[in-house]
């Protein structure tokens, strides 16, 4: 179907997978989380999914990040343009359903083609080459949930559209709580016990990346210069350089503190 700027109400039923989720429930607080809720999403969805953001709406349509889970490392920087500037242009929010009454949810998508913001467009679908974006509302007392979801397709039916808003719907208050309860545990100083963390960080937040890959971003994080790195890992400097750029290519971002922003 071609995508449109209807809303459509969610229904309220959905089958799930128990076991799946009372793994995403145990994982609340811990830093697999994100991991964890996107395989979850990702079992149970129609279409792969490949980007959610949740976003706190009061009624002045002011809104407040409320987490992220993503296959890339450049999500924080989309948030933060979006809280700070992007929801004014949002295509999405000019006819929220005001009138819905409380603990009702809505759906609705729009492909990237359909965008006439070029710079809306730019930074949220062109950039980190998405094709569609789908929002999914919760009507509360003093404002909206909302869920910003991005997915490569652009060809999707009515039926999917309405199941993903489904998943949605379902997933949103883990995300809320798991951000009011996220691990703050002290972090290991040893260098040995830092790298073994930040290698778990990295492979379960990015499995996409090459081993290779993983391990020059965390000496990277480290401080470790592409020389040092290149001895601990018997390659030269400019071989140390090339899996860095390839790290950043595959993760959507310029620099390693891009990507300590994100799993830090």
């Not at 395989?39 to 980007?51: A, K, M, R």
């Not at 992220?68 to 929010?93: G, I, K």
């Not at 007392?141 to 489904?166: P, R, Y």
Request: proline share 3%; hydrophobic share 40%; net charge negative.
């Amino acid at each position: 179907m071609k995508t449109n700027l209807a809303w459509y109400q969610v229904p309220d039923s959905l089958t799930v997978n128990v076991s799946l989720m009372s793994r995403v429930i145990d994982r609340i607080g811990s830093r697999d989380f994100d991991l964890t809720l996107l395989h979850f999403v990702n079992q149970i969805s129609p279409i792969t999914i490949s980007e959610i953001c949740g976003y706190v709406f009061t009624e002045s349509l002011n809104p407040e990040a409320a987490g992220w889970v993503s296959v890339r490392a450049d999500t924080l920087n989309r948030v933060e343009l979006y809280v700070s500037r992007f929801h004014h242009s949002d295509p999405f929010l000019t006819d929220l359903p005001v009138a819905a009454s409380y603990d009702t949810c809505y759906v609705k998508a729009h492909s990237q083609t359909q965008l006439v913001e070029s710079e809306y467009r730019d930074t949220y679908f062109d950039a980190p080459g998405f094709g569609t974006e789908f929002t999914v509302i919760h009507r509360e007392k003093h404002g909206w949930n909302v869920a910003k979801v991005f997915v490569e397709v652009t060809d999707i039916s009515f039926s999917d559209m309405v199941q993903l808003g489904q998943v949605v719907s379902l997933i949103y208050p883990l995300g809320r709580k798991h951000a009011l309860n996220q691990d703050n545990s002290v972090a290991v100083t040893s260098a040995a016990k830092a790298e073994e963390r930040l290698m778990v960080l990295l492979e379960h937040r990015y499995p996409n990346l090459t081993n290779r890959e993983r391990e020059v971003c965390v000496y990277s994080i480290l401080g470790d210069s592409a020389k040092k790195i290149g001895e601990k890992l018997k390659v030269s400097p400019n071989t140390v350089i090339t899996y860095r750029q390839r790290a950043y290519d595959r993760l959507g971002v310029s620099s390693i503190g891009l990507i300590v922003r994100e799993i830090l």
